[in-house]
């Protein structure tokens, strides 16, 4: 295997799903007169169950939430999230990636049934050829199995290619896999420790692909 391979993260990555998850939860927990403080959420970011917020949540009150909230939250969520859209720089890097043959998979540890209607909303799927997450039976990161498979699913090595994240979590999962990684903060992560990634950016559409995977590639020189 020795061609390379673009590889993105969701949550946060391609979509700022993460405010409008943060935002529904912190406005569930005022209704219940607590607040949601935003380092407790952060912890949860790029991966799962460090922090459940509904736990949290109905262990401070001693009871459990009506499940009515829960659905009014859902929806609040789902409200606040059709007003974003893609996140800067991601099509364009579709559209680089396509021109230039290189393929592309997601790696999430969302469940598939989330990511793959939101690609489906977006109008997204034809640019990913395998989506790997955390129901392919594969860890969650900051586990770097989930990248590790969708570059075997590709057909490419890992050293050459190139990763897009967002979060601490899922920088150390792209890293630990091997791929040159590029962090891409927003809202939640921009005050986060992402120096573990080999390039960090406001957006994507501060560099192109095809210079990110010749720094990949020289990288991979440099090392044989």
Same mark, same amino acid.
């Given at each position: 295997?020795?061609?390379?391979? /673009?590889? &993105?993260?969701?949550?946060g990555t391609i979509l700022d799903t993460e405010d409008s &998850?943060?935002? !529904?939860?912190?406005?569930?927990?005022?209704?219940?007169?607590?607040?949601?403080?935003?380092?407790?959420? %952060?912890?949860? @970011?790029?991966?799962?169950?460090?922090?459940?917020?509904?736990?949290?949540?109905? !262990?401070? +009150?001693?009871? #459990?939430?009506?499940?009515?909230? %829960?659905?009014?939250?859902?929806?609040?969520?789902?409200?606040? *999230?059709?007003?974003?859209?893609?996140?800067?720089?991601?099509?364009?890097? +579709?559209?680089?990636?396509?021109?230039?043959? @290189? =393929?592309?998979?997601?790696?999430?540890? !969302?469940?598939?049934?989330?990511?793959?209607? *939101? &690609?489906?909303? &977006?109008?997204?799927?034809?640019?990913?050829?395998?989506?790997?997450?955390?129901?392919?039976?594969?860890?969650?990161? =900051?586990?770097?199995?989930?990248?590790?498979?969708?570059? *075997?699913?590709?057909?490419?090595?890992?050293?050459? !290619?190139?990763?897009?994240?967002?979060? =601490?979590?899922?920088? #150390?999962?792209?890293? #630990?896999?091997?791929?040159f990684t590029v962090a891409v903060p927003h809202a939640l992560?921009?005050?986060?420790?992402?120096?573990?990634?080999? +390039? @960090?950016?406001?957006? /994507?559409?501060? @560099?192109? +692909?095809?210079?990110?995977?010749?720094?990949?590639?020289?990288?991979? #020189?440099?090392?044989?």
């Amino acid at each position: 295997m020795s061609r390379a391979c /673009l590889i &993105l993260d969701f949550d946060g990555t391609i979509l700022d799903t993460e405010d409008s &998850l943060y935002r !529904s939860w912190a406005e569930l927990w005022a209704d219940h007169g607590h607040q949601l403080e935003r380092a407790d959420w %952060q912890h949860n @970011i790029g991966t799962e169950d460090v922090f459940d917020p509904l736990v949290e949540l109905e !262990s401070r +009150l001693g009871r #459990t939430i009506d499940p009515d909230a %829960q659905e009014r939250r859902r929806a609040r969520r789902d409200e606040i *999230q059709a007003a974003e859209a893609v996140r800067p720089g991601v099509l364009l890097w +579709l559209d680089q990636a396509r021109r230039a043959g @290189i =393929p592309v998979g997601i790696a999430s540890s !969302s469940s598939f049934g989330w990511v793959d209607g *939101q &690609l489906g909303r &977006l109008g997204l799927r034809e640019f990913f050829s395998c989506v790997v997450c955390r129901d392919d039976h594969v860890p969650v990161k =900051p586990a770097p199995t989930s990248y590790v498979v969708a570059c *075997q699913r590709l057909g490419s090595d890992p050293g050459r !290619s190139v990763a897009v994240e967002d979060s =601490p979590h899922g920088v #150390t999962a792209a890293v #630990t896999a091997g791929l040159f990684t590029v962090a891409v903060p927003h809202a939640l992560t921009s005050d986060l420790d992402l120096s573990a990634a080999d +390039l @960090i950016v406001p957006s /994507l559409d501060h @560099i192109s +692909l095809p210079d990110v995977v010749k720094r990949a590639a020289g990288r991979g #020189t440099d090392m044989a």
